[in-house]
């Protein structure tokens, strides 16, 4: 990643899911894993003000010192492989992501449904959720 920051707001992936938004219609959907090129078992999504605490258990490593927050605006999403961060990145409107307060996701659960301009979710929510 080329900032200082543990995350990037420039991926392929990005690019990827934007040009998906843009083409797609409501109730559409694609295989998060068909946007990737890299390895990854889990996602996460975190909104912005999540504490820190919750994003390092979550992705299983400090991705965030202690005591702060994911302060960025839009939603970061954090890919990982073997509880070790594989890749993350920051998505700002116009792609958002609704889903509610579950934010763990297996690459099998991440299917991408598109919903309006923009917006999306996972069509696989977990039996856990």
């Given amino acids: 990643m080329t900032s200082s920051k543990p995350y990037t707001d420039t991926s392929e992936?990005?690019?990827?899911?934007?040009?998906?938004?843009?083409?797609?219609?409501?109730?559409?959907?694609v295989a998060l894993e068909e946007m990737t090129a890299f390895d990854w078992d889990r996602v996460h999504i975190f909104l912005a003000s999540t504490e820190a605490n919750v994003i390092n258990t979550a992705v299983g490593q400090t991705l965030l010192p202690a005591d702060t927050y994911y302060g960025e605006t839009g939603s970061l999403m954090v890919f990982t492989l073997k509880d070790q961060v594989a890749h993350a990145m920051v998505f700002t409107p116009p792609l958002y992501f609704y889903q509610g307060s579950r934010y763990s996701y297996t690459r099998e659960e991440a299917v991408v449904?598109?919903?309006?301009?923009g917006h999306f979710h996972f069509t696989k929510v977990p039996a856990d959720a």
């Fill in 13 to 29: 992936v990005l690019d990827k899911l934007s040009a998906y938004a843009e083409k797609s219609k409501a109730g559409d959907t």
């Fill in 113 to 117: 449904e598109m919903e309006s301009d």
